[in-house]
Nanobody, 118 residues
């Protein structure tokens, strides 16, 4: 089983930037990697995802501000977050999903808290 460990969360002022990292314990090659977030009292939502072929998809609320990228050699996916807003405050979760040499997987990290102050 693959494990995912997120890092990079913290407290930042509105307009600031953070970069989240998600390190996998095994190869992420061919798997779709995603970042999701869950704010207090709200459902978990997709923020961004990147396929094994590096096709990306973003939530409308973060387009133009966030960038997802992957480094298959390091088994790591990143989320660069710029121009942060208070409404970006949430726990951010990394997800690995899809079919690969280990079969079908759907794995979540433990989450990292991002707090944006106004």
């Amino acid at each position: 089983q693959v494990q995912l460990v997120e890092s990079g969360g913290g407290l930042v002022q509105a307009g600031g930037s953070l970069r989240l990292s998600c390190a996998a314990s095994g190869s992420i090659f061919t798997y779709t990697m995603g970042w999701y977030r869950q704010a207090p009292g709200k459902q978990r939502e997709l923020v961004a995802r990147i396929t094994g072929g590096s096709t990306t998809e973003y939530a409308d609320s973060v387009k133009g501000r966030f960038t997802i990228s992957r480094d298959n050699a390091k088994n790591t996916v990143y989320l660069q977050m710029n121009s942060l807003k208070p409404e970006d405050t949430a726990v951010y979760y990394c997800n690995l999903r899809g079919s690969g040499y280990r079969g079908y997987l759907d794995v979540w990290g433990q989450g990292t808290l991002v707090t944006v102050s106004s």
